[in-house]
């Protein structure tokens, strides 16, 4: 059985990463403050670059279609 990753506790394995919703939120935020709220993803065919939630990505994963729901990754000088 695996173990939850925040409280330790074993589990059935699912298609979940942890034991309960509580500790899915709590890991969500961990891995946020570790990675940052927002991630740069660039579309390789053509280059461009948007700015897609962390959260986005660990919750539902991202498809090349999808970027379009996003808004473009504006350079900060």
């Given amino acids: 059985m695996p173990r939850c990753p925040v409280c330790d506790a074993t589990y059935d394995q699912g298609r979940e990463m942890t034991c309960s919703a509580q500790c899915h939120e ?5 891995l ?3 990675f940052g ?4 993803v660039v579309r390789q065919s053509t280059g461009v ?14 498809k090349e ?4 729901l996003y808004p473009r990754w504006e350079v900060q000088e």
Avoid at 37 to 40: P, V
Avoid at 65 to 68: F, P, R, V, Y
């Fill in 49 to 62: 670059a948007y700015k897609v939630p962390t959260k986005d990505i660990i919750e539902s994963g991202l």
């Fill in 37 to 40: 709220e927002f991630k740069k």
């Fill in 65 to 68: 279609q999808e970027l379009d």
């Fill in 26 to 30: 709590e890991l969500v935020k961990r």
């Fill in 32 to 34: 946020i403050v570790e």
